[in-house]
């Protein structure tokens, strides 16, 4: 409640620590996902997030504390990223087994 009335006090101050705090949090959640992906990578991954990622079902949790703690946007950004360096490295390693130049 304090926060509310102190909030409509000061529309236009940014609580740059609080944004930190939060950000940090995503970015430690996401880590956590990503690395149990990579680390269950051979299990058939049998879960769909957003933007087509597949991951195992073992990885449920860490996905849930990952879109707990980060923005929706942020989410489908870092999934976007990750699909496009794992469709690079699948052209890069396929391009390697073809000898190609």
């Known amino acids: ?13 940014v609580h740059t620590d609080v944004l930190l705090q939060a950000r940090q949090a995503c970015y430690k959640a996401r880590d956590a996902f990503y690395d149990c992906v990579k680390n269950q990578s051979d299990k058939k991954p049998t879960e ?9 079902a073992e990885c449920k ?6 879109e707990n703690s980060c923005r929706p946007s942020w989410v489908k950004h870092f ?14 390693d396929d391009k ?3 000898g190609g130049v």
């Open 1 to 13: 409640m304090a926060s509310e009335a102190y909030a409509s006090r000061n529309p236009d101050q």
């Open 48 to 56: 769909l997030g957003c933007v087509g990622l597949l991951y195992p």
């Open 61 to 66: 949790k860490a996905r849930l504390a990952y």
């Open 79 to 92: 999934d976007r990223l990750y699909c496009k360096e794992k469709r690079v490295q699948r052209l890069l």
């Open 96 to 98: 390697e087994t073809r």
